[in-house]
């Protein structure tokens, strides 16, 4: 079985600034991830961190040392670059030279392959310049991008595959929001590409954040996951459980942990959803 834990939306270094959905405690990180550690060594070993990114609010070297400082756990950490990560000139060889250990191959798209499951990381882009994020909000993939994760794909057809990217790939369902118009609805042009792979290869999954909102949403038997933000009330993050017959996801909170005050916005309390929201459990067919 493989074990990991999904994250997102750290924003380290936003102070009172920055988008939120629940009161923000991005100071509080370094003792949120040593209770997660503690959560970790309770509940049973993981392989891994996912990080779906936004680990900082701006790209500055002093930034990138602090998460990579913070994030030395005891379990190798992946990242999906987010926006808030990419918003200087030469992002990547930044992030590269201070902090290449939350990447495989000195790439910002790799795939982690295990025993039951390949994940393919594909931080997806902004505006027209590659890797910076300068307040344009147009998701999607350059050609490259697209052409290697199918090469991956395509070469192992018979694996369970889930996909990571930054931006979510559909809105947040207006029953979970109670809103009258759609949440986060991404682009049209966005949603038809991942999804097009999706169903081209036979992705099981499809993780993405930035929204800072629970979400699951199963289409055609693919379930499509954001997470709240990992430093805003109640500090949620997710278990994945992937065997060769099933992917499982259960979120859990550190609130109960906490030894400082954190508040709570309760007309927001949409961020956290449903019980169908908050996880899932997928057998799945066997590939021939």
């Known amino acids: 079985m493989t074990r990991f834990l999904y994250i997102s939306d750290t924003h ?3 102070g009172d600034s920055g988008y939120t959905m629940q009161p923000k405690y991005d100071e509080k990180l370094p003792v949120l991830l040593v209770l997660l550690m503690e959560w970790t060594e309770e509940n049973g070993p993981v392989d891994f961190l996912l990080h779906g990114g936004d680990v900082i609010h701006e790209t500055e070297d002093s930034s990138i040392q602090a998460a990579a400082e913070y994030f030395g756990l005891p379990l190798p950490i992946h990242l999906c670059l987010g ?9 990547v060889d930044t992030w590269m030279r201070l902090a290449p250990q939350f990447f495989l191959g000195d790439a910002t798209d790799f795939a982690i392959d ?6 393919h990381v594909i931080p997806n882009q902004y505006g027209t310049t590659p890797f910076l994020w300068d307040q344009t909000q147009d998701p999607h993939f350059l050609p490259a991008q697209i052409q290697t994760l199918e090469q991956r794909l395509e070469l192992a057809s018979d694996r369970t595959h889930l996909i990571l990217t930054h931006s979510p790939v559909l809105d947040v369902d207006r029953q979970q929001s109670g809103l009258h118009k759609p949440f986060h609805q991404p ?9 097009g792979l999706v169903d081209k290869y036979g992705v099981t999954c499809v993780l993405g954040a930035h929204s800072h909102v629970n979400m699951k949403r199963e289409l055609n038997g693919v379930n499509y996951i954001t997470v709240s933000s990992f430093v805003e009330t109640p500090f949620e993050f997710k278990l994945f459980e992937v ?3 099933s992917v499982s996801m259960k ?9 400082f005050r954190a508040d709570y916005n309760w007309d927001n309390v949409f961020v956290q959803g449903r019980a ?3 996880s899932f459990h997928t057998t799945l067919t066997p590939r021939i």
């Open 83 to 91: 926006n808030h990560d990419l918003t200087a000139q030469g992002s």
């Open 12 to 14: 380290w270094g936003s």
């Open 251 to 259: 979120t859990h909170n550190l609130l109960d942990r906490i030894d």
């Open 276 to 278: 169908c929201d908050r």
């Open 187 to 195: 682009p049209e042009s966005f949603t038809t590409c991942v999804m």
């Open 114 to 119: 295990t025993d039951d499951c390949m994940i």
């Open 243 to 245: 065997t060769s017959d």
